[in-house]
C-alpha cells in the first residue's frame, strides 16, 4: 500500500484485537504452571520427592529442612494457580458459551501406578479374549480407543477412586461396539490395570491390580431382534 490509498478498514483491526484475546486467554490456560496442594502432599510419592529434593539442595549447599520446602512448595503452587485464576476470571462466560476451554495440567509429582485400559470378551462357558490392551489393539475397536478425544474419557477415569456415571456409559459404549462385531461374544469386561512403574534401580514392582472392573451382557445391551453385524 503506498502512501495515500486508503487503508484496509476498521474490522481487520477488530479481527486482529479478538483472535489476540482469544491466544492470550488459551496460553494462559494451558500454560502448564505447576500447581500443589495439601492433598497432593500426603501422596506417598509426593513424600518421597520433597524428601529428595530437600536433601539434594542441601548436597548443593542450600540450608533448607523438608517443612521448609513444603512451605515454599504449597506457596508457589498458590501463587501459580492464584495468577491463572485472575487472569481468566474475565473471559469465563466467553469460554463457558464458545467452548473454548484449552487447559493443560501439569504433574505435581510422578504417579508410579500407571492405568491401561483392557478389553476382554468371551461367550457363554467359554474362555476370556483379550480384545483390546492400551496402548496396542488392531482393528475397528483398537482405532477408535486410540482416538484422543476417546482416550481422554478412561485417562481420565482410571484416575478416579469412583468413575462414576461416565465410565459405567463408557463401558456400555464399548460392549455395544462388541457385541455388532463379534456375534459369537456374550460377556464383556472392560477394566483399568494399574501397573507399577518403576524407576532404574527402582527395586521390584508391584503386581498389577485390576481396577473399576465391569462386566457387560449382550442380554442387557443388544435386543434380541437384532441382526447380528456381518
Do not use: C
Amino acid at each position: 500500500m503506498s502512501w495515500g490509498e486508503p487503508g484496509p478498514g476498521l474490522w481487520p483491526w477488530v479481527r486482529a484485537g479478538l483472535i489476540s484475546i482469544v491466544l492470550f486467554a488459551q496460553l494462559a490456560d494451558a500454560l502448564p504452571l505447576p500447581t500443589l496442594s495439601k492433598r497432593d502432599l500426603r501422596h506417598p510419592v509426593a513424600q518421597q520427592e520433597v524428601k529428595r529434593w530437600t536433601r539434594r539442595l542441601n548436597d548443593w549447599g542450600v540450608e533448607i529442612t523438608r517443612a521448609e520446602v513444603i512451605e515454599r512448595g504449597l506457596a508457589m503452587g498458590n501463587g501459580a494457580n492464584g495468577f491463572r485464576k485472575a487472569v481468566l476470571r474475565p473471559w469465563y462466560p466467553l469460554r463457558r458459551v464458545t467452548g473454548t476451554g484449552q487447559s493443560w495440567g501439569l504433574f505435581a509429582f510422578p504417579e508410579p501406578h500407571a492405568g491401561r485400559l483392557v478389553v476382554r470378551g468371551r461367550a457363554v462357558d467359554g474362555d476370556w479374549e483379550t480384545l483390546f490392551s492400551a496402548p496396542d489393539g488392531d482393528g475397528r475397536l483398537g482405532e477408535r480407543l486410540r482416538f484422543r478425544r476417546v482416550r481422554g474419557i478412561y485417562d481420565d477415569a482410571g484416575d478416579r477412586p469412583k468413575p462414576g456415571t461416565l465410565w459405567r456409559r463408557f463401558s456400555r459404549w464399548v460392549a455395544t461396539e462388541v457385541f455388532a462385531e463379534r456375534p459369537d461374544l456374550d460377556e464383556v469386561e472392560v477394566r483399568i490395570d494399574l501397573i507399577h512403574v518403576l524407576p532404574p534401580g527402582g527395586g521390584e514392582a508391584d503386581p498389577d491390580r485390576v481396577y473399576h472392573a465391569r462386566l457387560e451382557l449382550r442380554s442387557e445391551l443388544v435386543p434380541a431382534s437384532a441382526p447380528a453385524a456381518p
